[in-house]
């Protein structure tokens, strides 16, 4: 089993972009959903977008909505996290997250909120913004 790898973090000022890319292995049918989590010091892990691969639908949390796109190339084994106007309360370490062990639902496939319900990480990568 091969883990999901991310790349793509770093260091920027308020309101600059930065794109997160993380190498996803499995076929779309046992393996559909990718989700991303990040986690401040001192904070719960919170997740805020997933991707159902089977149709590609996404689904964000509020705190990112319209500022944050996730994505995956056409041979679905490359999820692309685009982040634009990011602001110091991003920074946090990010981290892409597989094997979705939780239940399918018809209007959140996969889940998100609950890090306990992804069985495979990526070990992360720091993302830092600064005022």
């Known amino acids: 089993k091969v883990q999901p790898v991310e790349s793509g973090g770093g260091s920027v000022q308020a309101g600059g972009s930065l794109r997160l890319s993380c190498a996803v292995s499995?076929?779309?049918?046992?393996?559909?959903?990718m989700a991303w989590f990040r986690q401040a010091p001192g904070k719960v892990r919170e997740g805020f977008a997933t991707?159902?691969?089977?149709?590609?639908?996404?689904f964000y949390a509020d705190s990112v909505k319209g500022r944050f796109t996730i994505s995956q190339d056409n041979n679905k084994n490359m999820v692309t996290l685009q982040m634009n106007s990011l602001e110091p309360e991003d920074t946090a370490m990010y981290y892409c997250?597989?094997?979705?062990?939780?239940?399918?639902?018809?209007?959140?496939?996969?889940?998100?909120?609950?890090?306990?319900?992804?069985?495979?990480w990526g070990q992360g990568t720091q993302v830092t913004v600064s005022s």
């Open positions: 991707l159902y691969r089977r149709d590609g639908r996404t």
């Open positions: 499995g076929d779309i049918y046992t393996n559909p959903c």
């Open positions: 997250a597989t094997d979705f062990r939780g239940l399918f639902l018809t209007s959140r496939p996969c889940g998100g909120e609950n890090a306990d319900e992804y069985g495979s």
